[in-house]
């Protein structure tokens, strides 16, 4: 695993009528490093594997690789049980007891989620560091008590703001995230889906976390609220802070995505450019562009077959059985390619044939 985060190089370009002093190389460098800073999030290598009564073991998470560079959102899709909720709970450190992890998680700063304690999780990244937008908000707000005093409560620990300012700072937290301020006086129990989830919204907000994580933000959304929901959280991506929004949404993907990585049956098996991957040349992993495919407003045609048990994977790729490009290739795992920026791990990647049969 390598410890440092990826990124290209720049050279200093050399003449032989100018040449470099060691001054001009240290200018160099300083302006290399001034353009490359360190990843939001490098995750390399992240594996988690849940052992389950009788010795089994479920391979939720298999080898994930990438980084997420600070301006950045990268939409981590997948279809429900493909590991993409269990790479993100390995991130914020919510992992239960059966779980064994093994790879890096590193934050730009150096720290590594997978291996942080409690303590410091609980006290130095969530909420400060890592801001959750969680997967079921009705089960992450606290049910006896009213939105506004949990948006007052998480101002509180996190910024510091005091009352009498505290009111206007938890309405317009709320603001935030379109939550009514009607509705602030309301226990969790008295919220629909949506605006639970608009709330949950807002508490992730408020501490302005270099890295915030929205698993499946849009869950019993409909269109509209999705569309304000995920430009909000699009807001919330600046200089020096990234978003990674677990989906199965990709009409919410496309929106705000910058890069799209797919993950199929434990794996992340494409990653690409959002433009790329919704327009052309389109999906390079056969999976990937299935689930494009499936969509209403293409093709409308789902993907044949359904995804192996975590439990049970195959041997070889896991997709091969629902594949119509398989092949003996397909009986070795294909990988990603070794740069994490972008690519496709298949042996008979789609868009690559369709580029070859146009030139
Ligand atoms: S590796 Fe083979 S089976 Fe897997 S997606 Fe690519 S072509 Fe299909």
């Known amino acids: 695993m390598s410890g440092s985060p990826t ?18 190389a240290d200018a160099d460098a300083d302006a290399a490093a001034v ?48 590991g ?31 291996t942080a304690d409690e303590r410091t999780l609980a006290r130095t990244v969530r909420g400060r560091r890592v801001g959750l937008v969680p997967q079921s908000p009705a089960a992450h707000l606290t049910p006896v008590r009213t939105v506004r005093s949990q948006l007052e409560e998480t101002l509180r620990e996190l910024t510091g703001v005091r009352r009498p300012a505290l009111r206007e700072a938890g309405e317009a937290a709320a603001e935030r995230a379109a939550f009514p301020a009607g509705h602030l006086d309301r226990y969790p129990h008295e919220l629909s889906g949506g605006l639970a989830q608009r709330a949950a919204t807002a508490l992730a907000l408020i501490g302005d976390a270099p890295l915030l994580l929205a698993d499946e933000p849009t869950t019993g959304l409909d269109r509209e609220l999705v569309d304000r929901t995920v430009d909000e959280l699009r807001r919330h991506v600046g200089d020096d802070r990234a978003l990674l929004m677990i989906t199965h949404d990709l009409a919410a ?84 390619p070794a740069e994490p920026s972008s690519g496709a791990a298949c042996h008979h990647p789609v868009a690559a044939a369709l580029e070859a049969s146009r030139a």
Do not use: W
Request: glycine letters at 8%; aromatic letters at 4%; one cysteine or more.
């Open 253 to 336: 993907a496309e929106r705000i995505a910058d890069r799209v990585a797919v993950m199929y049956a434990s794996r992340i098996v494409e990653i690409a450019d959002a433009a790329d991957f919704f327009g052309d040349p389109g999906p390079r992993h056969p999976y990937a562009r299935g689930l494009l495919d499936a969509l209403p407003d293409r093709e409308f045609r789902p993907v044949p077959g359904m995804p192996p048990e975590l439990s049970a994977l195959p041997e070889g790729c896991a997709f091969a059985a629902r594949c119509e490009r398989a092949d003996e290739a397909c009986a070795v795992v294909p990988v990603l």
């Open 84 to 114: 993409k909720s269990v790479l993100a709970s390995a991130l914020l450190g919510l992992l239960p007891e059966n779980a064994q992890t093994a790879g890096a998680a590193l934050l730009g700063d150096g720290t590594d989620l997978l």
């Open 7 to 24: 990124g290209a190089e720049a050279e200093p370009a050399v003449t032989e009528a100018e040449p470099v002093t060691a001054v001009d």
């Open 35 to 82: 353009a490359a800073p360190p990843p939001v999030l490098s995750v390399r290598g992240l594996s988690v594997r849940f052992r389950m009564r009788g010795g089994a073991h479920v391979a939720a998470v298999t080898d994930a690789r990438f980084d997420l560079a600070a301006g950045e959102c990268l939409a981590l899709v997948g279809e429900s049980g493909c």
